[in-house]
């Protein structure tokens, strides 16, 4: 092989290993990031609860930590002012389990129950999510999901 070749092919290694770990840095350096989520609200019938299911998938290269899910009217006071991370803190979690490489499944169900209904605003509903990655990285989606409560 002549010189000129060993060292072009030398090179491109090098360019290519260079972007390569440029690449694989960056991407453990990403915040968490949701995917396909969904919310699906069931009304409460005159013999049973209805419900509230929030589905997510979640990606963190440091694996997932927690996530908080709230669901919210559009019309509350959150729409004026903006929901924070802070707002998130004391809400309920859901459950995560791994579904293949950095992605997990999180699905988060209550029941509702008649009063519940009866007492929530009716109209559109807003599904906010608070990820936390076990790095520390957060990620806030305040609008992950939406459902109508009627």
């Known amino acids: ?17 260079g972007a390569g770990a440029f690449a694989l840095a960056y991407a453990g350096d990403q915040s ?16 049973r ?6 589905t997510t998938d979640v990606t963190a290269s440091s694996d997932v930590k927690s996530v ?9 006071s959150f729409a004026k002012k ?21 992605i997990e499944r999180c699905t988060y169900k209550v029941a509702v129950t008649r009063a519940d209904a009866d007492g929530s605003p009716k109209g559109q509903w807003h599904v906010a999510v608070l990820v936390t990655a076990k790095d520390g990285d957060t990620t806030l989606d305040t609008k992950a999901a939406d459902f109508t409560v009627a």
Do not use: Q
């Not at 396909?36 to 005159?46: D, G, K, L, Q």
């Open 32 to 47: 968490p990031a949701l995917a396909h989520s969904t919310a699906r609200y069931t009304a409460p019938a005159a013999d």
């Open 68 to 76: 908080k899910v709230l669901a919210w009217p559009a019309n509350s």
């Open 82 to 102: 903006g929901l924070t991370a802070k707002d998130m803190a004391g809400v309920e979690s859901a459950v995560c389990k791994p579904s293949g490489g950095d």
């Open 49 to 54: 609860d209805g419900s509230l299911t929030f």
């Open 1 to 17: 092989m002549s010189r000129r070749i060993v060292v072009s092919v030398a090179a491109g290694v090098v360019v290519l290993g």
